[in-house]
């Protein structure tokens, strides 16, 4: 399935990413979809790479994406995984103790996969503080050390031009004396009368251990451990990673938790979702009224509505589908096409009862009429959407959602249209005047 494999470590000088100089992305690009085995999946394949890694590179945490969902992911919470548990605090090590519990928190939760916490371990960092008084001493300025310094990573010290190109000459300690500190400590720093002051005569040079990296967010320190979710929804898997992390990882007092990624995203949306949902039922019942000027005959073919909703909610657990935002969107669309179906069969009816004939009457010849038309509206639209619902391939994860929500409402709606209807509509019209427009 793979064609090649490359890495990339670090990031440009000018940098469109949020990627530090310490990471390294390993991109495997695939051979078309074609050209796989025969009912091999996405996920199949990312479990037989992480399976391979893990048996072969022992002691390193792996996570599995695609490039443009990654950077949107970094972007938008600067984690590279649907869910990011943040933990805000003070203490390094407080921080680093509680992701490392957090972690193991979440490894344990159903659909938890590629888990790991920023901070893993700390590393060796040499700390250079300049002693004030030795330099007051000598007669040495701070700068002269902090030069040295510079010459352990390397500094430019001029540039060779060949053509239009331009090569910086770096100066650099030699390796060995960097790895050494008594070596260190010999580095010749400036001269005081007529003598060369060596660097441990001007600084303390001591090898402690640190954090890799320390992110601030809000002028707070910040770490995070970030998760992907297979198999299950992000919404359930964070409602019972939050209840787990609280009965088994304390917080201390001062220390602050959040829960961001994909699910912030999911938040935002739904929460748009239940302002938009109930507006554009609003807007669809007073269009029916103003249609019939009659709020029973509105409210007549408004009953399509929570009939097609529970045709829609169990087709996705036939499916197996979590609701999301895709399949919200579906409930929109599917609201609006069973809508069109009771009206339809209503419009039917009422030019025949407002032009005399007995309500009764109506309801059957409406009902042998208007059957065609209403299965027809039904059925277009359903098998429009069934390409989509049984689809596999890129993308597939908002289509399937989305039409398996409008093909079981429209199931039930029409059932409801052409049969519920029809029995109560005369009941509905019952003391409404004849030829009333």
């Known amino acids: 399935e793979v064609s090649t494999v490359f890495c990339k470590t670090g990031r440009p000088e000018i940098a469109n990413d949020v990627m530090g100089v310490h990471q390294t992305d390993v991109w495997a690009l695939l051979k078309p979809h074609a050209e796989w085995p025969a009912h091999q999946t996405r996920d199949e394949l990312i479990a037989k790479m992480s399976a391979a890694l893990y048996e072969r590179v022992p002691g390193v945490a792996f996570g599995f994406t695609q490039p443009i969902e990654m950077r949107v992911d970094e972007l938008v919470a600067g984690v590279k995984a649907d869910v990011a548990v943040q ?126 990296s320390v992110d601030h967010e809000s002028i707070r320190r910040r770490t995070f451990i970030s998760a992907n979710v297979r198999g299950r929804d992000v919404a359930s898997f964070v409602q019972e990673a939050q209840r787990t992390i609280a009965e088994q990882v304390p917080i201390p007092r001062g220390y602050e938790l959040r829960f961001g990624g994909d699910f912030e995203n999911l938040q935002s949306a739904a929460l748009r979702l239940a302002l938009i949902t109930p507006l554009v039922l609003l807007v669809i019942f007073l269009l029916l009224h103003s249609t019939f000027h009659s709020s029973r005959l509105a409210l007549l073919i408004f009953l399509a509505v929570p009939m097609a909703a529970s045709g829609g909610v169990y087709a996705l657990a036939l499916r197996g589908m979590p609701f999301s935002i895709s399949a919200g969107v579906g409930f929109i669309a599917l609201f609006g096409v069973a809508v069109l179906n009771g009206l339809v069969w209503v419009s039917a009816a009422e030019n025949l009862r407002r032009s005399g004939v007995d309500p009764k009457a109506a309801t059957h010849e409406t009902a042998d009429a208007r059957l065609r038309p209403v299965l027809m509206t039904a059925l277009v639209a359903a098998l429009g959407f069934l390409p989509m619902a049984a689809s596999s391939s890129d993308g597939a994860e908002m289509q399937r959602p989305l039409a398996t929500v409008v093909i079981g409402g429209l199931l039930t709606s029409t059932l409801l249209t052409s049969v519920v209807v029809p029995a109560i509509y005369p009941w509905f019209v019952r003391g409404l005047p004849v030829g009333d427009a």
């Open 87 to 212: 933990l805000y605090g003070d203490d390094l090590e407080v921080l680093g103790s509680k992701a490392k519990a957090i972690e193991r928190v979440l490894r344990e939760i159903p659909g938890a996969v590629d888990v790991k916490a920023d901070y893993q371990a700390n590393l060796s960092t040499l700390r250079i503080e300049p002693r004030r008084d030795a330099l007051a001493r000598y007669g040495i300025d701070a700068a002269k050390v902090m030069d040295v310094v510079a010459a352990l990573g390397g500094r430019e010290v001029g540039v060779i031009f060949e053509g239009r190109a331009r090569f910086p000459i770096m100066v650099r300690i030699p390796e060995a004396w960097r790895n050494d500190l008594g070596l260190l400590g010999q580095l010749p720093v400036a001269s005081a009368g007529g003598k060369p002051v060596p660097l441990g005569e001007l600084a303390n040079l001591v090898l402690e251990e640190t954090p890799p």
